[in-house]
């Protein structure tokens, strides 16, 4: 295939940039608040019968009531963008589609809950457990594309029965503006996919899953230790090694290491049980990168190893090895045994 042939013209590559500036500006930290975004398409609604440039100046108003600055001064001069029919008519649909935006993400969320809810049969230092959580963000922007394929094919299929009943005359206004939009060359998914696929990261930022440290924690907290008695520290003998959890449980001072992999810290571990006047010292990991001979001079040191069940269940070797444990076996009962 030749490079020309998949050339994108000018004019194509300008309408679509123009129909995702409107998406981006819009729904951007300085765009539309709900109540602007609401307001603006009561406006349009409203005033549908009039020119274009009479509803801008009706918009351009409205911004004068705006109390931040940079919001009211960014309205304004995006409203100034807006030349022609045919700007104002991608304005309509990118606001129209910012409206859907929102119905889309609590969907893409809805699947997300669903699949945390099978969560609750597995471990959470299981390696089943830590797959899913770490594929969590992948799943959600694969879903997102997905959702937003589906939803501009059944637009393009004029198909309004998706949504409640309420909605149907709101969908059914969003027929014409997408025939527009299609006729001057805009490619409503793939651009309005941009936008929402950044929405989607933002939710997953904001809605980000436990951390390997953080399901420890709760763990820990289930066993019965208290959350204030639990801190991150170094330790006292051997300032070169880092205890991520460093608590009291029966009376006995316990530090923990928690990487989902050992690398080389182990070996830091094995320095400072040499020195340390811990009572207990335990390496919480997968297991991935866990040898025989790593695991043997782990507890050859007197440190104690958790390790995911998967792993466990699957190296005969540990099975053997007296301070290896399951990490299913993280429960009050192993830790008072270890402890007396």
Known sequence: MKFEDIKISTEKLDINYKFYYFLKELNGGQGLSDTLLTKFTEIIFAHKENEFDKIIKILDSITDDIKSDNRRNNLKEFLLFIKDDTDFRIFIFALKLLLIKPLLLAEAKLTEITEISNLAEIHTLSL??????????????????????????????????FLSDVTENYINSLFGDYEYVKSKGIEPNQIFMIMFSESVDQSIVSDAGSSYEDRI?????????????IRKTHDVNDSSTEFDFFFPYNSKKIGMGAKRTLRERYKQFIKTSLMSGLDLMIEVTLGIDLTEPKAESIIKHGVILFVADEIYDAKAYLQKLNGVYPASQFTAATFDQLTK
């Open 128 to 161: 089943q457990y830590d797959t899913i959580s770490k594929s969590k963000p992948y799943y959600k922007r694969v879903n997102g594309a997905l959702l937003c394929l589906l939803f501009f094919t059944k637009v393009e299929n004029k198909e309004n029965k």
């Open 217 to 229: 924690f709760n763990l820990l907290l289930a066993i019965g230790v208290n959350k204030d008695d």
